[in-house]
């Protein structure tokens, strides 16, 4: 436990450019064999040398310059390819306490951020197994529609929770594409499969209850055509009437 919080302190107050790395490595051979658990609340970004004015007034660097959009974090890969017992790695992006200095850069990841974090998850291969925090990360996400989880070692227990996130996660086209490499693959796609077969199942429901909609009304069709001739009688009917009315007013006619 305090080799966990001595590395963790040490780390959330690394300063990227300012702080030699060397603070960094001369304490990995003290912590390697103890740490197991790494929770690293905050990341400093690099501090830019304010610009000196006319009237020594502080110009610091604004958000529309070039350097703004390129600010990295502590480089992982420096670390966790030598934490041979390292199981939980948890980070938040952002800097505690900024207090008057408060910027929204501060609570950004870079895309290099991204990239060399991933080569550094990528080398450490002690770390416990991801399906959960995956699961609740995607939990509420309608606009995911790809899931590539080829890098992660799912077990079979967590590669069922996924199964449950993707099937009820209706609002999104995940269930259409999800990548595994090894076996659990085989759980996750049986959600998949599961749900596109249900589809086609409540497709072909409604396209028979359409049929028999069409039918219906077609068999309805010839009713009409029989209450036609019905119609035509009575018609005939009151014809003979008129005639008759008018025989017998011209025998009238004749009779005065």
Known sequence: MFFERHLENIIEHFIPETTPLRIVSEEIPLCE?????????????????????????????????????????????????????????????????????????????????CETLAMALESCKTLKDGGKALEEAIAQNSCLTECDVRLTDIDEQSASIINQVVRANKSASLTRRVVRANGSASVINQAVCADEHL??????????????????????????????????????????????????????????
């Open 199 to 256: 589809e086609q199942e409540q497709a072909d429901e409604e396209e028979a209850q359409d049929d028999e909609g069409e039918s219906q009304d077609g068999e309805g069709q010839p009713q009409d055509d029989e209450v036609q001739p019905e119609d035509n009688e009575v018609q005939e009917q009151d014809d003979e009437v008129q005639e008759q009315d008018d025989e017998g007013q011209e025998q009238d006619d004749k009779v005065q």
């Open 33 to 113: 064999a103890y740490v197991r658990r790494l929770d690293i609340s905050q990341m400093l970004p690099p501090i830019k040398e304010a610009k000196i004015g006319k009237g020594d007034a502080v110009d610091w660097l604004s958000e529309t310059d070039s350097d703004a959009a390129h600010m990295e974090h502590f480089d992982f890969r420096t670390l966790l390819n030598q934490l041979s017992c390292l199981e939980e790695l948890h980070l938040t992006y952002w800097v505690k306490q900024c207090g008057m200095n408060f910027e929204w850069k501060m609570f950004e990841m870079a895309e290099r951020d």
